[in-house]
């Protein structure tokens, strides 16, 4: 009789006890993916291509950007919002085929990811003359999901060829989220070369065409500007790219790029809608191609660069601005003409004043 009693109290005690450990469980999960940096079955990591240089030991500086996020798959009009769609295609001529299309969502879905702030995900590196991978720990993400980790790296990898990083996952994961750093050796030639309107046709004086051709046009190249890209390359030469466009255009840009220009290194611009990159993405891009092709520069000190943009917008006056400045560095510069841009002589001359004409020349480059 007494055992009968307590059989309520005994279930009651281990209901009591399994809600404890559901809480509890629940409560430390979050700590647990902290602690072994593991990413989430919902979650996303894209490794942006990077270069690494050599240090005064022999070692590698091995810079690892990486941005962390967590993809929106429900419809594209419900997260965009019906109004919104519809101003889109009145303001800019887009058909309702063409905004239902699934080119247009690929290409808008990395702005409307959700970021994951906060995430130290562990990493391998691997290389041909690496008998085992190393492990390492990512820095903490911002915001924006994004995070730049500086490793050191003293494998017998020789100079010129890639290394692999791979995001170490839970067990039973089957995903793969892989990324390449380049070891550029100290002396050289580099080409720091822009994207729209360069390699890749855009149109970035008429906005309309900019728009559609960003997010709802096959990417067309500049077949003759990567033929002189690949010849460039063939000469030893090794490729920076670098764009005033958002990060989110990368994971839909990187098939462009592997298929039509040399691989190298791509640095675009942050935008977030909700911190001061917003506002900084509406200034002027000529400071940040000033200050990122400045700091690709005294990365290789010993490097001979070779500029190549368009006269679309400004890089006319950033190369020029910036081989004023690293005058012992900038060997070359290449600007492609672009049919409605200001191609008048006195503004080549303006913008390379002070300049060796032997310096900079102005090219057709057809698509």
């Known amino acids: 009789m007494n055992k009968i009693k307590a059989l309520p109290t005994l279930l009651y005690l281990s209901l009591v006890a399994a809600v404890l450990v559901i809480l509890t469980f629940t409560a430390a999960l979050p700590w647990y993916r902290e602690w072994s940096g593991s990413l989430r079955a919902d979650e996303s990591l894209v490794f942006l291509p990077t270069s690494g240089a050599r240090n005064a030991d022999g070692s590698w500086t091995l810079p690892v950007h990486s941005w962390i996020f967590e993809r929106e798959d429900g419809d594209i009009s419900r997260i965009l919002g019906r109004r919104a769609i519809a101003e889109l295609a009145e303001q800019f001529g887009v058909s309702e085929r063409e905004t239902k299309s699934q080119l247009f969502r690929d290409r808008i879905g990395y702005f409307l990811v959700d970021n994951k702030r906060g995430r130290r995900p562990y990493v391998t590196i691997s290389s041909l003359g690496q008998t085992l991978p190393v492990e390492a720990r990512l820095a903490r993400s911002g915001a924006n999901g994004h995070a730049l980790t500086r490793l050191t790296w003293s494998g017998p990898d020789r100079e010129g060829s890639w290394l692999t990083l791979a995001a170490r996952l839970p067990k039973g994961d089957r995903r793969s989220f892989i990324g390449q750093i380049k070891l550029i050796p100290q002396e050289g030639l580099s080409v ?93 891009s000529r400071d940040y191609k000033i200050n990122t092709i400045s700091g690709i520069i005294r990365r290789y000190p010993k490097h001979r660069f070779h500029l190549i943009g368009d006269s679309g917008e400004h890089d006319p006056e950033v190369y020029g601005e910036i081989a004023r400045r690293f005058a012992r560095q900038v060997r070359a510069i290449t600007i492609r003409r672009v049919e409605g841009a200001d191609n008048r002589e006195e503004r080549f001359r303006a913008a390379f004043e002070g300049l060796p004409d032997s310096l900079w020349q102005v090219r057709q480059f057809k698509p």
């Open 192 to 284: 720091i070369c822009d994207i729209d309107d360069t390699i890749k046709v855009s149109n970035v004086l008429d906005k309309r065409e900019l728009l559609r051709n960003i997010l709802f046009r096959p990417q067309r190249p500049v077949r003759s500007m990567a033929a002189y890209l690949h010849e460039l390359e063939r000469k030893g030469a090794y490729f920076h790219y670098v764009s005033a466009a958002p990060w989110q255009l990368y994971p839909t840009l990187k098939p462009f790029l592997d298929r039509n220009v040399p691989r190298g290194t791509v640095s675009l611009r942050y935008f977030r809608l909700k911190d001061k990159s917003f506002v900084d993405f509406l200034k002027s």
